[in-house]
């Protein structure tokens, strides 16, 4: 594990990574659903719009901006956790699942944000954060008080008179403990996160139907969806067995898809997800591609499609290799490419900005490349998840010192390399480039100070590079990143190849360019997207069957004869006749 061991675990939260699977010989994945067509657009609520000036976003910032979320030709919003929550991870620690958190608003804001989106026919997904709650939660608070309380068993205590619990990582812990002494009754309590984020106990059925009922009271009012947070980790051992010396640096092989989980999302399935005509999607996606298949696997019943975090665990701050990142994505494709369906996305609320990350921020080549980029995302199998900003070609912010962060992730782990004796100068550069704060400064909507995010100060600070890249700005100019997004969007709406097409690399060798087809019912595109910084060509043989150039980020493509040359970051699609 290296010296920022939560922000990369979070990352890698269910890297799958075994051998390749066969797909299994049916036609699933043709089968046409409304989650299958979705483009997602995720909204950070704290960092989205501010209604009343305190410098937090909420819901009514929200509700005000769904003519641009719809604009975008997003369909689907995933939001982040909104509920009551005393915010040691920024709402990632709940302390009321039927209530909305005091800064975000109210339940008749919550009301009028569900309808005003339904008006417009967007559609939204909750997150439901059930591996654990917050410690101010009035089970845990029930649970702790005394060992015989009937709450007892929704959470895991190790009893100290058996003497100190064997070792679990946590990924927020300033020790890197999962476990927390607790005096008032002399036991040890389980957090995979932080101190104040208490594991649920899953193995209870209590616990688990309350969550159901939970997730049916959302229901009931009419969401769309659910994604469930690091949901693959829910089921344990109870008896919290010593694992190997070390696992630590290997923890996902030990913590996730543990003994019940799938027996746990077939119930919430029979439950929940089967009662409405809702989409369903966990972090993480397992060990192996046959764990992520059995995730997904409509014959099973759980649930509907796989987040996996091998392609956006790729980059580093030292950079990444093209011919890895093609061999992963094309590596997750063909294991799907019967049966499942996957996520598509490089950035989320656990990830710094997209073009700082994958493509190239400088003032040259940060259009580009972020148009470039949203050009993947856009044109692969797969549902396509985009981040708040994204659309716009946000880029880090870069913090240079600990003061300026907000992340518990980045605050503890700063802490345990200092407890540890570790390399802190190390630690602060690699999070100047991978924090999760680069993905949370505010919404840059104008150039006026604070990006129109809000008249007060803002909870994280704005991201001084708002007077140039910002919403009001790229409305006006045709060549934004803005502008090609939204293109990208009716794309893919208007051409159903880019949601059901098979998908097949060319050239996998090719050092700069990414390029593949898509092919469905009859009609092929050709993606070509050149990944560098430097001019590159390919030879192909689709050459001279060009139909029609569908997008492209530059004003053309030079083709001569069969070989196509791409300026820097240029991407491209086009349509090729039938042979
Ligand atoms: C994964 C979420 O995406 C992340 O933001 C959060 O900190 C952890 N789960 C804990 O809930
Ligand atoms: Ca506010």
Known sequence: MNQFPAIVALSILCMACGKQTEPRNDTEQTDKKWWKEAIIYQIYPRSFSDSNGDGIGDLRGIISKLDYV???????????????????????????????????????????????????????????????????????????????????????????????????????????????????????????????????????????????????????????????????????????????????QNFIQYYAMQDDLHSYLKEMNEQVFSKYDVMSVAEGAGRTLQEAHDLVDSDRNEINMAYAFEGVDIAKPQGYDLLHFKEVFSKWDSAFAKKGWLSIFLANHDQARLVSRFGNDSPEYRVSSAKMLNTFILSMRGTPYCYYGDELGMTNIGFENVEQYRDI??????????????????????????????????????ASENAGFTTGTPWLPVNENHTTINVALEENNPNSVLYHFRKLTYLRHNNPVLVYGQYKLLQKEHPSIYAYTREWEGVKVLVLLNFKAEKASIELADANRIEQTLIDNYEEVDIQGNIFSLKPYQAVIFKIKRE
């Open 409 to 446: 992730a980045a605050i503890n782990g700063y802490k345990k390399v200092v407890n540890q004796g570790g390399d802190v100068r190390k630690y602060l550069s690699n999070l100047k480039f991978s924090s999760r704060d680069n993905g949370r400064t505010p919404m840059q909507w104008d």
């Open 70 to 248: 719809k604009s975008l030709g997003a369909t689907v919003v995933w939001l982040n956790p909104i509920y009551s929550s005393p915010n040691a991870d920024n709402g990632y620690d709940v302390s009321d699942y039927r209530d909305i958190m005091t800064d975000f608003g109210s339940m008749t804001d919550f009301d009028l944000l569900l309808s005003e989106m339904h008006k417009r026919g967007l559609k939204l997904v909750m997150d439901i954060v059930v591996n654990h709650s917050s410690d101010e939660h009035e089970w845990f608070k029930q649970s702790r008080s005394s060992r015989d309380n009937p709450y007892r068993g929704y959470y895991h205590w190790w009893p100290a008179e058996k003497g100190k619990p064997n070792y679990r990582y946590s990924l927020f812990d300033e020790n890197g403990d999962a476990w927390k002494y607790d005096s008032l009754t002399d036991a040890y309590y389980l957090h995979y996160f932080a101190q104040k984020q208490p594991d649920l106990n899953w193995e209870n059925p209590k616990v688990r139907q309350e969550v159901y009922d939970i997730m049916k009271f959302w229901a009931e009012k009419g969401v769309d969806g659910f994604r469930l947070d690091a949901f693959q980790f829910a089921a344990k051992d109870t008896t919290f067995p010593a694992f190997p010396k070390g696992f630590e």
